[in-house]
Every structure is written in C-alpha cells, then in structure tokens.
C-alpha cells in the first residue's frame, strides 16, 4: 500500500506577498532555471558515458554558479518588488532604487 501523501501547511496572508509579480522576473528565472536543468542533463549523460571527473566537476561548478546566480538575481527583484510596494517611490527614487540594487546585485555576485 502506498504512503499516504502529506499535505501542506496553507501559506498565511503574510506570504502572499512575497511572490514575484513582475512576469519579466519571473520569466528571466524560468529561463535561468531551465539552463540549469539542462546543465544538469549535461553532467547526468557525462556520468553515464563514463566522462572524466575533472570534466564533471568543471560542470558542477558551472551549474552551481547558475544557481547562485538566478538565486541572487531573483532575491533582488523580489526586493525591489517589496520596497516599491512598501515605500512607494516617485520616479526619480525609482530610478534611484533601481540603480542601487542593480549595484548590491553586482557587489553580491562578486561573493560567490
């Protein structure tokens, strides 16, 4: 017999709001998203072909830096999203915030 399946805690009202809605964001992680997964095939089809190790983990890290990376950047439009949202910016702070955070992605992304 097989397991009954869990089910999971309904979100609050608080977590409502931290879904992307911008459909560009949201595209541009999907997209980044779906180069991972095909990455990942990449390293799947190199274990199964016997491929060098060496070769696999340069693979690896790729994979992981495009996580990271999609990681970052959807962490950014997600904050971008709330501070507008929270703060409601005219157009000159827009662009201000704009450029700020375009700024911290690119300080973070230097992290990793």
């Not at 541009?28 to 990455?39: D, F, H, S, T």
């Not at 971008?80 to 911290?104: H, N, R």
Request: charged letters at 30%; hydrophobic letters at 40%.
């Amino acid at each position: 017999m097989a397991p009954a399946s869990k089910k999971l805690p309904k979100a609050s009202a608080e977590c409502d709001n931290t879904v992307l809605h911008d459909a560009a964001a949201r595209t541009e992680i999907l997209n980044r998203l779906r180069r991972a997964e095909g990455q990942l095939r990449g390293i799947q089809r190199m274990v199964e072909e016997g491929e060098d190790c060496l070769k696999i983990g340069q693979q690896f890290a790729a994979v992981r830096k495009a996580l990271d990376s999609t990681y970052l950047r959807m962490t950014v439009c997600f904050m971008e999203q709330e501070l507008e949202q929270k703060l409601a910016p005219d157009d000159a702070q827009k662009a201000g915030l704009a450029s700020m955070l375009k700024d911290m992605e690119t300080l973070l992304a230097r992290m990793g």
